[in-house]
């Protein structure tokens, strides 16, 4: 009999998962793990895509996707350390004087080693994704340079002026033909703006040393908002102007209407 | 006699050297002579250089008002110090007659009683309490421009300020609240605490200690003399060429933060020396206590930071005086050359302000759940790991500048990285608490409530850290609010919970708990409310820094404003549970906590020299758990 | 070891301190509060422009509504600011306010006499007059679109932030220099109907509904500093301010 007993008695590697699930706190922690990741997940899935404007391009379509999916990928770290948290505080003590000695745990090397690889690859997955997007973007500015339209834009305090030099006007509202793509060559007449169309989903600041360069395609029609996203002065807060995305034929007669040609 | 000397303490006698100037100084002779050296400075420098008058139409005489005050507020600052007598150690020394062995006990405020913290007090208790004033003191003004800020935001329109207010209280409220977070965890307890608890008898340059305390508070009226200058058009950032082109409100930025840089200088100096040289026998590397690991790793970091950002102010000023031109574009200069200097600094500052407030909270978890820390080492490599690889990423604060696009890769590759030594400090917390009983006191509560404002902080930091995610929120109020959840959660969080959990040691009484849970709740709910409906404005579009804002982000703002009072009102009470409980709290116990560090091992009132006998130490201090 | 005891026994005084110094904190703030809100009072009183009878622009009869301002090269002339002119006596100042009241659609005539010298605009679009009725402003009488970007003395630049609760609204006029550079000469001694040594610029634009908006001047008038954009170029009540436009 005491031969057999230590195999009878040492519990299979299954076995030892399943009561080791079956440990009261474990228990509790897995299932606020779940909730934990749930919510999360919900708040990049649903949330974000509703309190972001509408996207009008392929650039604000990458923003918008890298907060829903980050969210999603991250969900389950934040929930295991919110699951870990509140099951800890579900388990409080109180009083005067302090509970009783817990065990001396100091440290686990499994855990340690598989947080930190999970850490790094998740990192590995953020860095990936954007240097992607990045890339994608600049090859994407290179095969569209000679069909784009150059708008000069100019931050002044406390307003944006954009000049179309094909087109030969100048405005205060920018207007954009859809599917068309634009790039901007941005300056400042002062001290720093920052140039944001805002569905458009780019931006680059307005320096006066240098002019600065960025470019996207607008894919839907509907109307843009163009802010400024770096404080210059007193009147930074009122430095926004209106704009719209248009089809081509609305385009030309608007360039038309204010004096220029359609080239 | 050197630093590591016990030195002696008269037992019988008070020490009195009578002749002695350092007797007679105090803060209210500081304060005589720094006005009298502001007033001699402003005159002087006013009848060199002729101001912008009605009579004198030349323009380029702004300049000339600019080099006045900075003057005046420099010679303020100097003029303190000689008054409440900060150089006479040093003359003396140059001289030739050095200080008397009673000379110093007296500068060490023995038996002074509660006039040694109005007196330049080498005592490094003294100086933490100094600290622990001065901090409240900035987040009290710094919190009240917060409300001010919220008050204009709850409706569109600007009803409440100018812009001209509004863009100033902005600024102020930002270097208030980062000067206020950079102190608020190593100056109270980095001073009061740490060296009982490497078994000091006091820090290595204790002069120098007092020196730090003093040039910070010679900072204080600058700034505040910002807004009787007509304020800043600039945010804390002060970034050029906008802040050459501020009024006068300006130069008391400037001044403040070339001050403040000499004041974490010698702090920086003063912590990291007295950490590595002056830890007591048996205390190895691997028995520290975090917490002092963590704050050393803190200065060592701002020690070659924050020279960056007193040099970008520096040719700020010179810009302003005389038309020197660095970030001046037809002088040639550039605006990005200030926001490189001044990121190189920013962002290895915020880590200096987050791993304190970190390693307070590390030090407290091992107490409030009776267990050792989990891995000590992970701790460690994670605050290492921060700080080394927070060096490396200052240029994701200007993705969107132009300066450099083809360098946004590489900067996005080293800032995703800083998240896996971070990752590393949640483990480490997660670990301690786990299979634990937490012990529910106003400790543990800011571990918890820590957690869950760093880990919002966290994710939405990788949001920003990816280029493509960031040309969409740079510059909106998202920015805001995840800086907000990093900041206050880990420093102003843990600095709260360090409060409630080193309070007995520093005044030998309890905090008041009641009022403890009440302010602790009202401003985490608070918090939460203000800067959640922050990050949905910020993803629906609202600029940062605005004084007024489109119809579409009214009802957001409105429930952010009802948070900030919540919070206000918060801090508050927590203000005065600390003024209260100060001489009406319950009165402590030696080890109201059942810790095992050093200084819960002295008795309250602390000792002057702290120890009489040095003691030795064997282990760690988290031997905490059945089956050692 | 003190218990909770002595806590409920002296709970009561806890309570009263507790919340006395609660109010007296509140207090602070609020009082910190209304003094700022009292600085940041309009720094002159609104002016509303009147209305005379009715015009017909593109088949609309509208209210047609009236109101004059001055630019001044000191303030004293401006009487924007007081007898004494204020802590500024260099400032170049509209006048005599700063905040326009406007009827909601309406058809609005602008006379603006203008005395300050000036030179060359930072940003050349702002020389252009746009947002008016035929997008041309009267200058001394003689209509034109535009007027010499080195030859500016101020603009007058109306605009506000795109929001769904209002229409937008965007006018920007660029205000002809006085050749004459030495201030003294400038300041109208009498009523600025006078037209003495200065310029009168005359145009009209259409209000549409309800709404705030702000209008700041585009000429660098500042003083030595940066783009010539400090100064009284970063201050309200000089040249910048409001304008609201009002239903009734």
């Known amino acids: 009999m005491a031969d057999h007993s230590a195999e009878e008695m040492a519990p299979t590697p299954g076995e030892r998962i399943t009561g080791f699930f079956k440990r009261k706190d474990v228990a509790r922690t897995t299932i606020l793990f779940v909730a934990w990741t749930t919510l999360f997940i919900v708040l990049g899935l649903v949330f974000y895509p509703k309190w972001m404007p509408i996207v009008m391009s392929k650039e604000m379509k990458s923003a918008e996707s890298i907060m829903i999916w980050?969210?999603?990928?991250?969900?389950?770290?934040a929930g295991i350390v919110l699951a870990v948290t509140t099951n800890a505080f579900l388990d409080m003590h109180r009083g005067d004087t302090p509970p009783p000695d817990g065990p001396a745990i100091r440290t686990n090397g499994p855990i340690?080693?598989?947080?930190?690889?999970?850490?790094?690859?998740?990192?590995?997955?953020?860095?990936v994704w954007g240097l992607l997007e990045v890339n994608s973007q600049a090859v994407a500015a290179g095969n569209d340079a000679k069909s784009a339209i150059t708008i000069e834009v100019t931050g002044a305090q406390w307003l944006w002026t954009f000049k179309y030099p094909?087109?030969?006007?100048?405005?205060?509202?920018?207007?954009?033909?859809?599917?068309?793509?634009?790039?901007?060559?941005?300056?400042?007449?002062?001290?720093?703006?920052s140039f944001w169309p805002v569905q458009l989903g780019v931006k680059i600041d307005a320096n006066a040393q240098v002019t600065t360069v960025t470019r996207t395609t607008p894919t839907m029609i509907g109307p843009i908002e163009v802010k400024c996203a770096e404080l210059c002065g007193l009147y930074h807060a009122y430095m926004e102007t209106n704009g719209a995305v248009m089809s081509k034929t609305d385009f030309n007669a608007w360039v038309v209407a204010q004096g220029g040609h359609t080239s | 006699m050197s630093i590591l000397d016990k030195p002696k303490v008269s037992s019988r006698s008070i020490p009195n050297p009578k002749k002695s100037l350092i007797t007679r100084l105090h803060m209210g002779t500081g304060t005589v002579v720094g006005i009298i050296f502001a007033a001699l400075t402003y005159y002087g420098l006013k009848s060199i250089y002729v101001t912008y008058t009605d009579k004198v139409a030349d323009p380029m005489t702004t300049h000339n008002n600019n080099i006045i005050l900075l003057g005046a507020m420099f010679a303020w600052s100097v003029g303190f110090l000689v008054g409440i007598g900060a150089f006479i150690g040093p003359w003396r020394w140059l001289i030739g007659k050095d200080l008397t062995d009673e000379e110093i006990l007296y500068m060490a405020g023995d038996g002074q009683g509660k006039k040694r913290y109005f007196k330049y007090c080498t005592d490094h208790k003294v100086v933490g309490l100094q600290y622990l004033v001065g901090v409240m003191?900035?987040?009290?003004v710094g919190g009240m421009m917060a409300m001010m800020i919220r008050t204009n935001l709850a409706r569109p329109g600007a009803h409440f300020v100018t812009p001209t207010v509004y863009n100033s209280l902005v600024g102020l409220h930002g270097i208030t609240m980062i000067i206020a977070m950079i102190i608020v965890a190593t100056g109270p307890f980095g001073n009061y605490i740490m060296p009982i608890m490497i078994g000091a008898y006091d820090m290595a340059f204790p002069r120098l200690n007092a020196l730090s305390w003093w040039v910070l508070f010679t900072a204080i009226p600058v700034l505040c003399s910002a807004w009787f200058l007509g304020g800043i058009p600039t945010g804390w950032t002060a970034y050029a060429p906008l802040s050459i082109q501020a009024g006068p409100g300006m130069n008391a930025f400037l001044a403040t933060i070339i001050i403040f840089a000499v004041s974490t200088a010698v702090a920086g100096m003063n912590v990291t020396t007295t950490v590595v040289a002056m830890r007591t026998k048996g205390m190895k590397w691997n028995r520290v206590p975090i917490f002092v690991i963590g704050s050393t790793i803190s200065v060592a970091l701002a020690i070659p930071a924050f020279p960056t950002f007193m040099a970008a102010m520096v040719m700020t000023s010179l810009d302003r005086t005389f038309n020197t031109g660095f970030f001046d574009a037809n002088m040639g200069g550039s605006g990005w050359l200030y926001s490189n200097l001044f990121w190189i600094m920013g962002h290895?500052?915020?880590?200096?302000?987050?791993?304190?407030?970190?390693?307070?909270?590390?030090?407290?978890?091992?107490?409030?759940?009776?267990?050792?820390?989990?891995?000590?080492?992970?701790?460690?490599?994670?605050?290492?790991?921060?700080?080394?690889l927070s060096i490396l990423v200052w240029a994701h604060h200007m993705y969107m500048a132009g300066w450099s696009p083809a360098l946004n890769g590489p900067f996005m590759v080293t800032t995703e990285m800083i998240s896996i030594p971070t990752g590393l400090l949640f483990l480490v917390l997660i670990g301690t608490l786990w299979r634990g009983k937490p012990w529910m006191k106003l400790p543990m509560l800011s571990i918890m409530a820590?957690?869950?404002?760093?880990?919002?902080?966290?994710?939405?930091?990788?949001?920003?850290?990816?280029?493509?995610?960031?040309?969409?929120l740079h510059g909106s109020m998202f920015v805001t609010a995840h800086f907000h959840f990093t900041l206050m959660g880990a420093a102003l969080t843990g600095a709260i919970g360090g409060l409630a959990y080193w309070y007995p040691k520093m005044t030998g009484r309890m905090l008041n708990e009641r009022a403890g849970y009440i302010s602790f709740w009202l401003v985490q709910i608070g918090f939460n409310v203000i800067f959640f409906g922050m990050f949905m404005v910020g993803a629906e579009g609202q600029p940062r820094r605005v004084v007024d804002y489109a119809a579409l982000y009214k009802n957001s703002n409105m429930v952010?404003?009802?948070?900030?009072?919540?919070?206000?009102?918060?801090?508050?009470?927590?203000?005065?549970a600390v003024i209260h409980s100060w001489t009406k709290g319950v009165v402590a116990p030696m080890n109201p906590w059942g810790a095992k560090t050093l200084e819960w091992t002295v008795p309250y009132p602390v000792p002057l020299t702290n120890f009489d006998e040095l003691p030795i130490i064997t282990s760690d201090p988290y031997g905490y758990g059945k089956g050692k | 070891m003190e218990t909770s005891t002595q806590n409920q026994v002296s709970g009561g005084k806890h309570l009263t301190s507790a919340i006395t110094f609660l109010f007296l904190g509140v207090a602070i703030v609020a009082t910190v509060g209304f003094t700022l809100h009292k600085v940041s009072a309009d720094p002159q009183a609104k002016m509303y422009a009147t209305t005379n009878g009715t015009i017909n622009y593109n088949g609309q009869n509208l209210k047609h509504a009236f109101i004059t301002e001055g630019v001044y090269p000191e303030p004293i002339a401006s009487k924007a600011h007081g007898a004494s002119g204020g802590s500024h006596l260099n400032w170049p100042s509209y006048g005599p306010a700063t905040h326009l009241v406007l009827p909601a659609h309406a058809y609005v005539t602008m006379t603006l006499h203008v005395y300050d010298s000036g030179e060359k605009l930072n940003t050349n679009y702002f020389a252009k007059v746009v947002g008016t009725v035929g997008s041309t402003a009267t200058f001394d009488g003689a209509s034109a679109g535009s007027i010499l970007a080195t030859e500016v003395q101020h603009t007058f630049t109306l605009h506000g932030i795109p929001t769904s609760t209002q229409d937008p609204l965007f006018v920007n006029v660029p205000l002809p220099r006085v050749v004459a550079d030495d201030k003294g000469n400038n300041i109208p001694t009498n009523d600025p109907g006078t037209n003495k040594s200065g310029h009168t610029v005359v145009f009209s634009f259409v209000t549409g509904g309800a709404g705030e908006y702000v209008w700041n001047c585009e000429y660098p008038c500042g003083d030595g500093t940066y783009a010539k954009f400090g100064a009284v170029m970063g201050s309200t009540g000089y040249m910048s301010g409001k304008v609201s436009v009002i239903n009734g």
């Open chain 2, 137 to 140: 003191t900035l987040l009290g």
């Open chain 2, 450 to 472: 820590f957690i869950w404002d760093f880990l919002i902080g966290g994710v939405t930091g990788i949001y920003l850290s990816d280029v493509p995610a960031d040309s969409y």
């Open chain 1, 166 to 193: 094909a087109q030969g006007i100048e405005t205060h509202d920018l207007n954009l033909p859809v599917g068309v793509p634009v790039v901007f060559n941005v300056k400042s007449a002062d001290v720093n703006h």
């Open chain 2, 560 to 576: 952010s404003t009802v948070g900030a009072y919540s919070v206000g009102i918060g801090m508050i009470i927590l203000l005065w």
């Open chain 1, 70 to 77: 980050f969210t999603v990928i991250s969900a389950p770290i």
């Open chain 2, 348 to 388: 290895p500052e915020v880590y200096v302000i987050l791993i304190p407030g970190v390693a307070i909270l590390m030090e407290m978890a091992p107490v409030f759940v009776r267990k050792p820390l989990f891995s000590y080492n992970a701790a460690i490599l994670g605050f290492a790991g921060i700080a080394g």
């Open chain 1, 112 to 127: 340690v080693a598989i947080w930190t690889i999970g850490s790094l690859l998740f990192a590995l997955v953020a860095i």
